[in-house]
């Protein structure tokens, strides 16, 4: 895997969330996605974003771009270190929320990738992973 471009957008305040989202639109639409996947990635990434403002206060958003040589695609990271989650498979169930949310943000960002790995540890912090494939 050549991973040849990357960065990152500190998430602290309410404002950062914009900004990620801004930069994953710029990243995606350069590397070509569709319009709808561009879409469905800039969505994802403002879950994922916000839920590391809602929850932890502050993390970091990283992006790369994926290239195996016959595939490209965008790998996003959301790191913090907030509270954690204690039950995995139960944040994943559409409708769960702690924060009086829809309880969308995850399972919503799963469907809309094609990847997510989701690591976190009772008071240590959550680090999400998310991938998804440009098509044609
Ligand atoms: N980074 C995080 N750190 C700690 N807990 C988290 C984190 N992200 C999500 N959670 C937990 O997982 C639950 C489900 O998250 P999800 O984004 O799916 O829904 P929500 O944030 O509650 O509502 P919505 O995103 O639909 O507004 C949250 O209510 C929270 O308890
Ligand atoms: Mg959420």
């Known amino acids: 895997m050549i991973e040849c471009n990357h960065g990152t957008v500190v998430i602290s305040d309410e404002s950062d969330i914009i900004v990620a989202r ?6 995606s639409e350069k590397l070509g996605f569709s319009l709808t996947d561009v ?20 993390g970091v958003m990283s992006w790369c771009i ?15 270190h907030g509270p954690g989650i204690a039950d995995l498979k139960q944040v994943m169930q559409e409708g769960y929320s ?37 098509r044609g």
């Open 22 to 27: 801004k930069t994953i639109r710029e990243v």
């Open 39 to 58: 879409t469905r990635i800039v969505t994802a990434a403002s879950e994922l974003a916000r839920n590391i403002f809602v929850y932890a206060g502050s």
């Open 66 to 80: 994926l290239d195996t040589g016959n595939l490209v695609g965008i790998e996003l990271t959301f790191e913090d």
């Open 98 to 134: 702690t924060s009086k949310g829809l309880g969308l943000g995850l399972p919503g960002s799963r469907r809309l990738m094609d990847d997510m790995e989701i690591r976190s540890r009772v008071g240590e912090g959550t680090t999400v992973v998310v991938k998804k494939w440009r």
